[in-house]
């Protein structure tokens, strides 16, 4: 049974930066990718960034240049570190990881930016 773990959400600033972790229950190097979704109040779940076991990275629109995708291999994590966050970036982020046909979902984390 994959679990993912997020935390790091919360309430920040215009302009504040917030990282977020998503914590894998065993080895992260089994999965094809892993990545962000988010979903705002409503509107329609929206892919954020993913990183592939390549290590290769890919970003919505919206966040490119903002938002950045890690891995950590070891700590079996992988992180989104937000800067420049905006209003609009307000949402439920939800952590996810891919395994040829089968996805995992973690229980999302809230993050909510002020204006």
């Known amino acids: 049974q994959v679990q993912l773990v997020e935390s790091g959400g919360g309430l920040v600033q215009y302009g504040g930066s917030l990282r977020l972790s998503c914590a894998a229950s065993?080895?992260?190097?089994?999965?094809?990718?892993m990545g962000w979704y988010r979903q705002a109040p409503q509107k329609e779940r929206e892919l954020v960034a993913t990183?592939?076991?390549?290590?290769?990275?890919n970003y919505v629109d919206s966040v490119k240049g903002r938002f950045t995708i890690s891995r950590d291999n070891a700590k079996n994590t992988v992180y989104l570190l937000m800067n420049s966050l905006k209003p609009e970036d307000t949402a439920v982020y939800y952590c996810?990881?891919?395994?040829?046909?089968?996805?995992?979902w973690g229980q999302g984390t809230q993050v909510t930016v002020s204006s």
């Open positions: 996810y990881a891919r395994n040829f046909g089968s996805v995992y």
């Open positions: 065993g080895s992260i190097l089994r999965f094809n990718a």
């Open positions: 990183i592939t076991s390549n290590g290769n990275t």
